[in-house]
């Protein structure tokens, strides 16, 4: 499936599909995918699945506030990346350097996606209060 809008059938109120059926088209479509590059980056295949579940279910929360929707799928693969720095950094016990090391990028890209990732934490932790 290409990143693009999706729209409903002809005649279908609304004109564009709902967030419902887009990530179920796109989950249906592209998890596979997506699972092999998060078990690529962390190891694991149990938190690869978990980092890909995350991301969709990061779409579909935002997905009133989606900018652009046609960039979709690059949206979930830079989510699926961010999340498995999350796990490499949290629940392997990697610092900042062997993370960078291994996802490619610099100490400082793992830092400030890192501070990111707790600012939302808190945030959403924050909310369910």
């Not at 796109?26 to 991301?55: I, N, P, T, Y």
């Not at 046609?70 to 990346?81: E, F, I, M, T």
Request: charged fraction near 25%.
């Amino acid at each position: 499936m290409k990143s693009e809008i999706i729209h409903s059938p002809p005649g279908a109120p609304g004109g564009e599909a709902s967030a419902d059926a887009v990530v179920t088209e796109l989950f249906l479509a592209h998890r596979l995918a997506l699972v092999r590059l998060a078990f690529l980056l962390v190891g694991d295949q149990e938190s690869a699945e978990d980092v890909v579940q995350d991301a969709f279910a990061a779409v579909y929360r935002r997905w009133s506030r989606l900018a652009d929707r046609g960039q979709v799928l690059p949206y979930l693969r830079a989510a699926v990346v961010n999340g498995c720095r999350t796990v490499l950094r949290f629940y392997l016990d990697l610092s900042e350097a062997e993370i960078a090391q291994v996802m490619g990028v610099s100490r400082g890209t793992v830092k400030s996606t890192a501070s990111r990732a707790l600012k939302a934490l808190a945030a959403t932790l924050q909310e369910e209060r």
